[in-house]
């Protein structure tokens, strides 16, 4: 057996601070309120419900991933954040429309005591939505410094022994790494000359790792994704995880692909389509903030089916996402998926996916998880990209030279494995007598 990691213990509050309180934000939050108050079971969180099994199979030693590693408690966490639309948590769920009067009445109160600081807002990083919280600080460099007394004076004002950041905001416009995202001192820099390559959402990143605090980004903007972000994340040693919650059309993408993989079935091509109409579709439907989850979605079947190594089964893919903004919808997201696929003798089928689910709903538990394990991170001694987060991401950030893992069963027995190393608990492996 490995020797465990020091590991500091998860004791006083746990601040976790959303940048964007919208319909993914007040649903975790809601969530974690009615959860604590045993109105609810927190479904679809690892943190909460998983148990992990120790040992060799025959010991029977399984416990809850939370009474295993020392993780906050839900009576712990206290939420703050920052929107330029919602005034707070309370109105963020009732604008986003994901829960019902019966489950808000019960914690309206609580909920709206969460309520949005002014936002570091720009429009042109989000056309379609017109902000009016929003911080008056001239220029990038004092935002910044805004955000740093805004995590400071929220730290002291709600006795938080420790902070997390998540990035709930909205997706913004597509771009690509330039020479500001190079280093600490380029980003600096571009921050006092206002350069107009540095968005709203890494000057939050920014303000988070200066101020010590884990950042991870729940959407598919660079963000910490920049070489300057990972070096910040170095030397403050801080960490950080992206980008964009796994959900939805890829989660049952990355839950799919692995077993046509599994079973060498060849794939032709997968044509996703989706119908939303919350607000994250609305800011979709502009062409610049598509092209940015595009990019996110498209990555996934080529890490997981690998053409280059498998070119008869997998090197001719036709890969296609669409989003549609239908107001009609709300959050309540319907997606199709065609998938044709081919098996001996190169004979055509075709599989069907309807899924009718609702994005908040399965987003709020990553929110939970990410806040969670990052603080974890932190307290072992982590900085940097915590790849063992990929299970969480959509399009997973590498902590070194080889790609992320997308393989949803891979990113799992990952996480796991990491849990258990950090507790000097030998890895699971499967193997044969394991
Ligand atoms: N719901 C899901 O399943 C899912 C999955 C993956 C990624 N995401 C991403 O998570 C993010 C949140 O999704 P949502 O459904 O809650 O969207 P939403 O539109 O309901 O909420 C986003 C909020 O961010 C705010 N915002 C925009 N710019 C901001 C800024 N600079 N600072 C602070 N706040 C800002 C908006 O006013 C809005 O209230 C989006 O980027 C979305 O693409 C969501």
Redo the contacts with the bound molecule.
């Keep these: 057996m490995a020797e465990p990691r020091p590991i500091a213990p998860a004791t006083g509050r746990l601040g976790v601070l959303t ?7 007040s649903t975790f939050i809601a969530g974690v309120l009615s959860a604590r108050r045993g109105l609810t079971v927190p479904v679809g969180s690892l943190s909460q419900l998983a148990h992990i099994r120790l040992g060799e199979r025959h010991e029977g030693r399984n416990p809850l991933i939370r009474d295993f590693v020392p993780i906050a408690g839900l009576d712990q966490l206290v939420f703050g954040g ?5 005034a707070n948590a309370l109105e ?1 769920a009732r604008t ?1 429309g994901v829960l019902e009067e019966r489950d808000l009445g019960p914690i309206s109160g609580e909920l709206e005591g969460v309520t949005a600081m002014d ?3 720009d429009q042109t990083w ?1 056309k379609r ?1 017109d ?1 009016t919280r929003v911080k008056t600080a001239a220029g990038k460099w004092a935002q910044a410094e805004a955000l740093i007394a805004d995590i400071e004076r929220f730290r002291t004002e709600n006795e938080c022994d420790r902070l997390v950041m998540v990035w ?4 913004e416009a597509y771009q690509e790494v330039s020479d500001v995202h190079l280093s600490v001192a380029a980003f600096e820099q571009g921050l006092r000359d206002d350069d107009p390559n540095i968005s ?2 890494q000057i939050y990143a920014y303000a988070a790792l200066v101020s010590g605090v884990p950042f991870a980004n ?2 598919p903007n660079l963000s910490v994704d920049i070489p300057a972000m990972r070096e910040l994340a170095a030397t403050r040693g801080v960490p950080i995880a992206g980008k ?2 796994k ?2 059309q890829t989660l049952m993408k990355t839950i799919l692909a692995p077993g046509l993989k599994s079973r060498m079935l060849g794939l032709r091509g997968w044509y996703s389509t989706n119908i939303l109409g ?3 579709g609305e ?2 439907d502009d062409p610049e903030n598509f092209k940015t ?1 595009e990019v996110s979605k498209l990555g996934v079947l080529d890490t997981i089916l690998q053409p280059e190594v498998y070119g008869d089964l997998y090197g001719n893919i036709d890969h296609v996402v669409r989003i549609n903004y239908y107001p009609p919808r709300g959050d309540n997201k319907e997606g199709w998926d065609n998938i044709d696929i081919f098996g001996w003798m190169g004979y055509p089928m075709q599989i069907k996916v309807n899924f009718l689910c609702r ?2 709903i ?2 709020a538990p990553i929110v939970l998880d990410l806040a969670l394990f990052m603080d974890l991170a932190a307290r072992a001694g982590q900085s940097g990209v915590q790849e063992w987060l990929s299970f969480y991401f ?1 399009s997973p950030q590498a902590g070194g030279p080889s790609p992320a893992e997308h393989d949803i069963f891979i990113q799992q027995t990952k996480l796991k494995n990491t849990l258990r190393a950090w507790m000097g608990e030998d890895p699971v492996t499967h193997a044969e007598d394991d």
């Design positions: 940048p964007g309180l919208g319909a993914v934000a920052w929107d330029p639309i919602s963020a986003a936002a570091v807002f989000v939505l902000g709930c905001g909205s997706t709203p959402s729940g959407a964009d919650f959900t939805g919350n607000r994250d800011v979709l989850k994005d908040s399965l987003a959509k």
